[in-house]
T-cell receptor
Framework: AQKITQTQPGMFVQEKEAVTLDCTYD???????LFWYKQPSSGEMIFLIY??????QNATEGRYSLNFQKARKSANLVISASQLGDSAMYFC????????????FGTGTRLQVFP | DTEVTQTPKHLVMGMTNKKSLKCEQH?????MYWYKQKAKKPPELMFV???????INESVPSRFSPECPNSSLLNLHLHALQPEDSALYLC?????????????FGDGTRLSIL
């Protein structure tokens, strides 16, 4: 069965520094998609970045980039130049290979950015 | 502001009440979702509507009744809920080409059952 693992319950980072949030996944299907979402205390789930299993390059979106290591089955999120507004819960998710409507979420990492 | 609008933002109800949660999107998305999220946990999928038809029901108790009146609206009717149903209820939508497209979420409704 497919599974997403986020081993860091909480992370701290100083403003303007970079931080890496870990995500490993387990699937036997060669075709899959990986997503990162941010959830502030307000509740909304905000889409950050997507990586497809066949994508040749690591995904980047502004200050967000994905360190995708397919052989290790890891898709770590890198946030550069952290801002106070980055403080939130971050979820890694994988789309089920044969059901595009189902997302498998990890348990999340709470990031706190301090001045 | 999100492109998926959920109302109300907060709801407190008794176990015998009947209430409804509403979700609306005007992005032309043809798949809509209801999730339940308990504190400090990831969202759990409840229902999926695809082209206004229920395609996934994750064995949700019948006290939760979804409805999709048209391609822009999704309702969740609540009746005889239990205290353990207190949670954040999130609505999401996604476009027809869902393979690479993310689900877009609303702000959620915080539900408290007395």
């Amino acid at each position: 069965a497919q599974k997403i693992t986020q081993t860091q319950p909480g992370m701290f980072v100083q403003e303007k520094e970079a931080v890496t949030l870990d995500c490993t996944y387990d699937t036997s299907d060669p075709s899959y998609g990986l997503f990162w979402y941010k959830q502030p205390s307000s509740g909304e789930m905000i889409f950050l970045i997507y990586q497809g299993s066949y994508d040749q390059q690591n995904a980047t979106e502004g200050r967000y980039s994905l360190n995708f290591q397919k052989a290790r089955k890891s898709a770590n999120l890198v946030i550069s130049a952290s801002q106070l507004g980055d403080s939130a819960m971050y979820f890694c998710a994988m789309r089920e290979p044969h059901n595009t409507d189902k997302l498998i979420f990890g348990t999340g990492t709470r990031l706190q950015v301090f001045p | 502001d999100t492109e998926v609008t959920q109302t109300p933002k907060h709801l407190v109800m008794g176990m015998t009440n009947k209430k409804s949660l509403k979700c609306e999107q005007h992005m032309g998305h043809r798949a809509m979702y209801w999730y339940k999220q308990k504190a400090k946990k990831p969202p759990e999928l409840m229902f999926v509507y695809s082209y206004e038809k229920l395609s996934i029901n994750e064995s949700v108790p019948s006290r939760f009744s979804p409805e999709c009146p048209n391609s822009s609206l999704l309702n969740l009717h609540l009746h005889a809920l239990q205290p353990e149903d207190s949670a954040l209820y999130l609505c999401a939508s996604s476009p027809p080409d869902r393979e690479r497209q993310p689900q877009h979420f609303g702000d959620g409704t915080r539900l408290s059952i007395l």
